[in-house]
């Protein structure tokens, strides 16, 4: 009774300390997220550069202007008129290659309209819209978009180390919040066709305020990749390593059922946190990945399901044992199911890269290929005390 009492004891402050390890994690990020704000010095001193002297106006002499250091080195000029003009100067530091800006209903690249300005290899400046049709290049389509622009022509200027791209546009009322997209890339573009982006960025801005730009401190590329990294760590590892024991080392007596448990629970904790900073980047974004959603949604739930059964499991000696776990080994099943198809989709509309197909993939087939080894070893185990009977040799007895 003593030594079981212990192992339950020591169980509970295993999780425990998981649970500590998790709300430690959750405030290293927001302190990281905090130290984003020391961009202030810098923004004062690139916000107070005299335009006139190389910008042709109306961009050179902004009336009401607003300016905010929005990422890296990006920095966002804007002014509204009463009649719903906006005026646009983004300024980068450049090397070679193209900077962009675009604006989207939903904060995704796919259906969004962008400018974007280089200066070429002979030294001749480029601006252009481009309708953001899809997440190919093919699909980048140079001359096309939605954007309305007024009777001014829109410039880009090459400036000490910085270019700057300078647009205005008319829109229909007033524009408030509104999801902006900011890329840039080191390579040159080919008869006007974009190179893939090196970095991006999508925030949502209010042109209606002088304020600080909404979440403009928050570098949502890195929410994106958190969210990521923790959805595959949680139902990519966690998770399925974890079935993966209670499937083939039942054995192992009790070592599997702690294995499984702290596996499980190391899972669901990662897996939360992959939720919390997913609604946290929609709650940022507002992106249109209802599918994506709720196909995550519907997966933590069964996770909870699956934690609360953990709790209310019948003993061994139960009547209904044997369904309880039928349940729960179908729900689990059910939950990883979706937890990958998700992983899959959600790197599809976050237009994560092949870096992430390759990864994904790749601990997506050792998992596969070991659950094969582990099967069939297992098979071949069950098998071997009934060797002597042929019967049982045919029949698989």
Same mark, same amino acid.
């Given at each position: 009774?003593?030594?079981?009492?212990?192992?339950?004891?020591?169980?509970?402050?295993?999780?425990?300390?998981?649970?500590?390890?998790?709300?430690?994690?959750?405030?290293?990020?927001? #302190?990281?997220?905090?130290?984003?704000?020391? %961009?202030?010095?810098?923004?004062?001193?690139?916000?107070?550069?005299?335009?006139?002297?190389?910008?042709?106006?109306?961009?050179?002499?902004?009336? %009401?202007?607003?300016?905010?250091?929005?990422?890296?080195?990006?920095?966002?000029?804007?002014? /509204?008129?009463?009649?719903?003009?906006?005026?646009?100067?983004?300024?980068?530091?450049?090397?070679?290659?193209?900077?962009?800006?675009?604006? +989207?209903?939903?904060?995704?690249?796919?259906?969004?309209?962008?400018?974007?300005?280089?200066?070429?290899?002979?030294?001749?400046?480029?601006?252009?819209?481009?309708?953001?049709?899809?997440?190919?290049?093919?699909?980048?389509?140079?001359?096309?978009?939605?954007? %309305?622009?007024? +009777?001014?022509?829109?410039?880009?200027?090459?400036?000490?180390?910085?270019?700057?791209?300078?647009?205005?546009?008319?829109?229909?009322?007033?524009?408030?919040?509104?999801?902006?997209?900011?890329?840039?890339?080191?390579?040159?573009?080919? %008869?006007?066709?974009?190179?893939?982006?090196?970095?991006?960025?999508?925030?949502?801005?209010?042109?209606?305020?002088?304020?600080?730009?909404?979440?403009?401190?928050?570098?949502?590329?890195?929410?994106?990749?958190?969210?990521?990294?923790?959805?595959?760590?949680?139902?990519?590892?966690?998770?399925?390593?974890?079935?993966?024991?209670?499937?083939?080392?039942?054995?192992?007596?009790?070592?599997?059922?702690?294995?499984?448990?702290?596996?499980?629970?190391?899972?669901?904790?990662?897996?939360?946190?992959?939720?919390?900073?997913? /609604?946290?980047?929609?709650?940022?974004?507002?992106?249109?990945?209802?599918?994506?959603?709720?196909?995550?949604?519907?997966?933590?739930?069964?996770?909870? #399901?699956?934690?609360?059964?953990?709790?209310?499991?019948?003993?061994?000696?139960?009547?209904?044992?044997?369904?309880?776990?039928?349940?729960?080994?179908?729900?689990?099943?059910?939950?990883?199911?979706?937890?990958?198809?998700?992983?899959?989709?959600?790197?599809?509309?976050?237009?994560?890269?092949?870096?992430?197909?390759?990864?994904?993939?790749?601990?997506?087939?050792?998992?596969?290929?070991?659950?094969?080894?582990?099967?069939?070893?297992?098979?071949?185990?069950? +098998?071997?005390?009934?060797?002597?009977?042929?019967?049982?040799?045919?029949?698989?007895?």
């Amino acid at each position: 009774m003593a030594a079981g009492f212990n192992s339950k004891h020591s169980f509970v402050n295993l999780v425990s300390l998981i649970l500590v390890m998790v709300v430690l994690l959750g405030r290293g990020a927001l #302190l990281g997220l905090a130290d984003e704000t020391g %961009n202030l010095d810098a923004e004062s001193e690139f916000c107070n550069n005299d335009l006139t002297s190389f910008l042709p106006p109306p961009y050179g002499n902004l009336s %009401n202007v607003r300016c905010q250091l929005v990422w890296n080195t990006f920095i966002l000029r804007y002014s /509204q008129s009463r009649d719903h003009v906006v005026t646009f100067v983004l300024s980068a530091l450049y090397t070679t290659g193209w900077v962009g800006i675009g604006f +989207s209903k939903d904060g995704m690249m796919r259906g969004a309209s962008a400018m974007v300005g280089w200066i070429s290899k002979t030294g001749h400046a480029r601006i252009k819209q481009y309708h953001l049709k899809g997440y190919n290049r093919s699909e980048v389509i140079p001359g096309k978009g939605d954007l %309305n622009f007024t +009777s001014i022509l829109p410039v880009v200027v090459l400036d000490g180390a910085n270019i700057y791209l300078a647009f205005q546009l008319q829109f229909e009322s007033a524009v408030k919040r509104q999801p902006t997209l900011l890329a840039y890339s080191s390579r040159y573009p080919v %008869n006007h066709e974009l190179s893939v982006h090196d970095d991006k960025l999508s925030m949502v801005i209010d042109y209606s305020t002088a304020a600080l730009p909404v979440n403009a401190s928050v570098d949502h590329s890195q929410m994106k990749w958190s969210h990521g990294v923790l959805g595959i760590l949680g139902w990519g590892l966690f998770l399925p390593i974890g079935a993966m024991v209670a499937r083939f080392m039942k054995q192992k007596e009790p070592l599997w059922f702690y294995l499984h448990t702290i596996l499980q629970f190391i899972g669901f904790f990662v897996v939360v946190s992959g939720v919390v900073v997913g /609604q946290a980047l929609y709650n940022s974004i507002h992106a249109d990945v209802s599918a994506h959603r709720g196909i995550g949604y519907f997966a933590l739930t069964i996770c909870i #399901l699956q934690v609360t059964a953990f709790f209310i499991r019948p003993d061994k000696d139960s009547k209904f044992r044997r369904l309880w776990s039928t349940y729960h080994g179908f729900a689990g099943v059910l939950a990883l199911l979706f937890g990958s198809v998700n992983i899959v989709y959600g790197i599809q509309i976050g237009s994560a890269g092949t870096p992430w197909k390759i990864g994904y993939g790749f601990l997506l087939g050792t998992l596969l290929v070991a659950a094969a080894i582990l099967q069939v070893l297992s098979m071949m185990r069950s +098998s071997e005390p009934k060797v002597q009977s042929p019967a049982s040799q045919i029949y698989g007895l």
